[in-house]
């Protein structure tokens, strides 16, 4: 997991924590023995990719730093319903404080992930490459691009000092697609490549003649798209083409067979579904 700042995580993970146990978690407090210990292992009860391990085990050894994960999978493999995913033991209190909030990290990351291998999978033979967006929950966009990669995704940019992505709002405010990637040509150093969000052919066109490096196609049908892209390609063989908005498993194939480079999809972070993973626990 050496994409993931170490810092970053452990920082989180103790405001998740702070979040979730404020004072103090009274109901292990007031039922268990501070010395009680226990053991417990993560079982998926559904097909999935997993990931989230790192998360997990960091949930627990921020309440404990001697708290460890044994893992018998990693993160990016494929489990069947059933799967023991990983298993750990130490002190009650820490396993019982800790369990909830290395779950919903588990479930929602795997979920993610497997969802993006469905994405993969569905253009697989093509050229193109799925991407996620910014579309993420607040204070989880590291994890949850973490998963994108995780499924087998590419990461879009991560935040808005991180690329320049001109959007239909940026093209009415600066009077136009010319004038606003003009104004960010001149604006932006050297290593910046400038995308412009298009709906229509005239844009294309205006877009590529001022120099624009990417090109997000919005919203358009699969037969729209490869017209675009024929265009395009006619103009600036080298342009990079992204395809964006309403696209599904069901048609994401149709966007790659048009022949953009980059489907990003919203969906993959903002609406994929927690999968189902349980922690058990016993005395040890």
Known sequence: MNWLDEGALFSQIGNFLHEDMGRGDITTQS?????????????????????GLEAAEAVFSTL?????????????????????????????????SGERLALNLLQRLSGIATVTRQYVRAIEGTPAQI??????????RMLEKYAVLTGGGRNHRFGLDDGVLIKDNHVALAGGVAT??????????????????VSKESDLREAIKAGADILLLDNQTPEETRRMVEVARGLAPNVLL?????????????YAEA?????????LTHSARAVDISFKMQPA
């Open 180 to 197: 606003a990637v003009e104004r960010a040509r001149k604006a932006v150093g050297h290593l910046h490549k400038i995308e412009v969000e």
């Open 31 to 51: 039922t268990l023995k501070r010395s009680q210990s226990a053991k417990g292992r993560f079982l998926a009860k559904e097909p999935m990719v997993v990931c």
């Open 64 to 96: 404990d730093s001697q708290q460890q994960l044994e893992a018998f999978v990693s993160d990016g493999e494929e489990v069947q319903a059933g799967k023991v995913i990983a298993r750990t033991s130490g002190f009650a209190d820490v396993l019982l």
């Open 259 to 267: 022949g953009v480079d980059l489907i990003s999809i919203g969906a």
């Open 131 to 140: 991407v996620d967006t910014r579309k993420t929950t607040p204070g989880l």
């Open 242 to 254: 992204e395809s964006s908005g309403g696209i599904t498993l069901e048609n994401v194939r149709a």
